[in-house]
C-alpha cells in the first residue's frame, strides 16, 4: 500500500468507529438502556494506539460523530471533546489484552441493581441459568466500588482483562468488551436480560445449569 492509500483506509476506519458509536450510543438511549449523561463508549482502532471515546458528561442519545474524544492509549488528548472519566478504565482493559476492540460501560437498570447486592460471588455475579450469557462472555467478575473515575477502576479492570470480556462494578454497573463494539453491546444487552430475569425469578426454586451443561457451552 502506498502512504495515501494507508492514510485513507486509516481516515475511514475512525470515520465508522465514530458512526458506530453514534449509533450504538442511541440505540441504547432510545430503548432505555442509557439515561441521562450516564455511561461511556469506546473503540480501539487497529493502529492499537488510538482509542475514540464518548466525552464526559455526554448523552449517549445525542452523540455527535465529530465532538468524541480522541485520545491515545496511553492517555493523551489528542482531539474533540474532554473524554470520559472512565476512559482511564477503557485504555487499561485495552493495554492488557488486546483482543477488546471497543468497551460498553452503562448504568443500566437491572445489572446496576444486581451490583448493590451484598454477598454477590465476585468470581461471577451471574450464576448461570440460561445458556446465552455463559456462550458470550462466560464469568462475569466482580470490581469493588471504587467512585466513578477512580485510578483503581482502572487498576483493577487492567489485572482481569487478559482473563474475562465483561465486568461488573459493585455498586455502579456493567462494563463490556467484543471485537466490535456492536458485539459489546450485544454481550450486555444479553447480561441485563440475564439480570432482569434473576430478579423476576427471586421467590421461586430456579434451576441452574450444572457444571456439565456450563462446560458444554464454554467448548
Ligand atoms: O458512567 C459514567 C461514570 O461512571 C459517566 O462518566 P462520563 O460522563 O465521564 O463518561
Ligand atoms: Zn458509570
Not at 39 to 53: Q, R
Not at 90 to 96: D, L
Amino acid at each position: 500500500m502506498t502512504i495515501d492509500v494507508e492514510k485513507d483506509a486509516i481516515l475511514e476506519e475512525e470515520k465508522k468507529a465514530r458512526e458506530e458509536i453514534v449509533r450504538i450510543g442511541k440505540s441504547f438511549f432510545d430503548r432505555g438502556y442509557a439515561t441521562g449523561s450516564a455511561g461511556n463508549l469506546s473503540i480501539l482502532l487497529s493502529d492499537n494506539k488510538t482509542v475514540i471515546a464518548t466525552p464526559t458528561g455526554s448523552c449517549l442519545g445525542t452523540l455527535k460523530s465529530e465532538t468524541l474524544s480522541k485520545v491515545t492509549i496511553n492517555g493523551d488528548w489528542i482531539s474533540g471533546d474532554k473524554p470520559s472519566k472512565e476512559v482511564i478504565f477503557h485504555r487499561a482493559i485495552y493495554q492488557e489484552n488486546f483482543e477488546h476492540r471497543a468497551i460498553v460501560h452503562l448504568h443500566c437498570t437491572y445489572l446496576t441493581a444486581l451490583s448493590c447486592l451484598e454477598n454477590l460471588d465476585t468470581k461471577n455475579a451471574i450464576k448461570p441459568f440460561t445458556p446465552y450469557v455463559v456462550m458470550r462472555v462466560g464469568e462475569i467478575p466482580v470490581v469493588p466500588y471504587y467512585r466513578p473515575g477512580d485510578q483503581m477502576l482502572a487498576h483493577d479492570l487492567g489485572l482481569l482483562s487478559p482473563s474475562y470480556k465483561a465486568f461488573l462494578l459493585a455498586n455502579h454497573g456493567p462494563v463490556v468488551t467484543g471485537e466490535t463494539l456492536q458485539v459489546a453491546a450485544d454481550n450486555l444487552e444479553e447480561m441485563e436480560d440475564a439480570a432482569k430475569l434473576y430478579f423476576i425469578l427471586q421467590g421461586s426454586e430456579i434451576r441452574y445449569l450444572t457444571t456439565d451443561e456450563i462446560n458444554e457451552l464454554k467448548g
